[in-house]
């Protein structure tokens, strides 16, 4: 779909030619279409169906129809201008629908991956092996179903293992460290710093179950 008020352009694959049919049409609530579909499309203006007889078939009628030049074929053109405004809105709908369901299966996947992973310290380039996509892309789509970043993520992961042997074990603190992928003593101690504001030391004295 197109805002022919603006420049535009296209190309056609020299080797692949494009089969072009276009309706070019204005109203009262085309604009309103064209911000709805741009909105749900990405605000991309292109969108790719399965079936294109129906589209084909739609557009055939209209500029049929437009061959006639009275208020009856008008109104009729109308009808169909509008069938196929709502088709097109619906079918940019239900592709939404279906890329979110994508979307959410592979961060539920990755979470999953994240959780009994996240000690190890190459979780990022394992992340890409084993859900085989780029980890850019991963972290947007991570960010927009947590409100947290795969980085963050790992690191609250990480802290929560360590603040869990601190309390419940009596693994010496360059054991804790390794164990939850923080590293070594002083990345652990740099972290509770930043985190709780005491040394991993103080907060075992505090938290830990088998001193008191």
Known sequence: MIDCTEHYEHISDEKDAWELAWVHFNGHAARGYYDLFLKNNG??????????????????????????????????????????????????????????????????RLREFLNGQYASSDILQRIEAELKADIHSLSLKFARQYGISI????????????????????????????????????????????NEGMTAEEYRAKWAQWIR
């Open 43 to 108: 605000r991309e203006n292109i969108f790719r169906v399965r079936d294109t007889e129906q589209w084909n078939n739609l557009l055939e009628q209209i500029l049929e129809v437009q061959k006639d030049r009275n208020p009856q074929a008008e109104l009729y053109c109308g009808e169909l201008l509008l069938r196929l405004m709502n088709q097109i809105i619906s079918c940019v709908f239900s592709v939404a629908d279906v890329e979110n369901e994508e979307e959410k299966q592979v961060v539920c």
């Open 151 to 194: 980085e963050e993520y790992i690191n609250n992961r990480r802290l929560n293992a360590a603040k869990e042997l601190l309390r419940f074990s009596i693994k010496p603190v360059e054991e804790v460290a390794s164990e939850a992928g923080i590293g070594d003593r002083a990345a652990l101690q740099q972290m509770f710093r930043k």
